[in-house]
């Protein structure tokens, strides 16, 4: 990476941490809906990682630390899990939730995931659920997650595919980008084609699986699968964005309360057509991608 390629990635990350500063309680709040989300994908996740009684597991980007639970209770009390995440916020709100549930097999521990100060081949099982893609250098912290797993021991990440399979993350910027006449990224000056994170960065096709290759991880493997977003109502959908999407939040900063709620109005009317007389669903697709450290190192 280079030098000004690492400036604004560190530059990035600390946006994160301030964001997540300001929504990490409310996401945890929101996390039943969020978990039923990722429910499907995150049995998979622990299933392509291989994890297991006794294993010690990674968790990276580990949120509120929901799929470090579902982990700690597979791996039993022979076996642990280390919960990191670059934000405090969430790694405060973890370490809560686990030793409110009496939960000893769990550690946490603020870190940065392209930066892990963790001993080499350490962990049996490394999982990450929503969170590689965030990464301003996804292949660094796939080469450190490398180093730290045991031989033979298994990495596997969700990710989001690309936008066109998630509405529910493009069509509430896009009505604020309307209503507000803001520039649609699309009609921009053409970035230089680097990697930027975000929801959707790690979603093309083969991209994930490449820098799987890349880091040196072998038996590389990929799923695809559907992934619906249910609330009980089009309202309950948009409360929930509007808590925890600071990129939206953002984007309205600035306007006054009237225009503001007349917007989220418009983004509730233009989210109605995923209503259903059972409740609200939209559609989401999610990637699993996984592969295992050589048994024998180079």
């Known amino acids: ?79 642990s899990v280390l919960a990191t995440d670059i934000s405090p916020a969430f790694i405060k709100i973890s370490k809560e939730i686990a030793q409110a549930r009496d939960v000893k097999n769990i550690a946490t521990e603020v870190m940065d995931a392209e930066n892990l100060a963790l001993i080499d081949n350490s962990f049996d099982a490394v999982i990450s659920r929503l969170g590689m893609m965030f990464l301003p250098d996804p292949l660094r912290g796939l080469q450190e997650i490398h180093r730290v797993l045991k031989p033979s021991g298994s990495f596997a990440a969700v990710v989001f595919t690309t936008a066109d399979k998630s509405p529910f993350f493009t069509i509430p910027p896009q009505v604020i980008r309307d209503r507000l006449n803001l520039p649609n990224p699309s009609d921009m000056s053409p970035a230089p084609k680097t990697h930027q994170p975000g929801p959707f960065a790690l979603g093309t096709p083969d991209l994930f699986a490449d820098l799987f290759s890349q880091a040196g991880f072998i038996n590389i493997e990929q799923e695809i699968i559907e992934a619906p977003l ?38 509730t009317e233009a989210m109605r057509q995923f209503e259903a007389n059972d409740g609200f669903e939209t559609p989401s697709e999610l990637l699993i991608c996984s592969g295992q450290k050589p048994s024998v190192q180079k």
């Open 1 to 79: 990476m280079t030098k000004t390629n690492s400036l604004a990635g560190a530059a990035f990350k600390q946006t994160e941490i301030e964001d997540w500063e300001r929504a990490a309680s409310d996401w945890h709040r929101w996390m039943p809906v969020v978990n039923d989300f990722l429910s499907v994908a995150t049995e998979i996740m622990l299933d392509q990682a291989g994890v297991e009684t006794g294993h010690h597991v990674l968790d990276i980007a580990a949120g509120d630390g929901s799929q470090s639970l579902i982990a700690a209770k597979l791996v039993g009390e022979t076996g």
């Open 230 to 267: 249910r609330f009980k109502t089009t309202e309950d959908f948009v409360q929930w964005r509007r808590d925890i999407a600071v990129s939206l939040q953002r984007m309205l900063a600035g306007q006054d309360t009237e225009i503001q709620e007349k917007i989220w109005q418009d983004v």
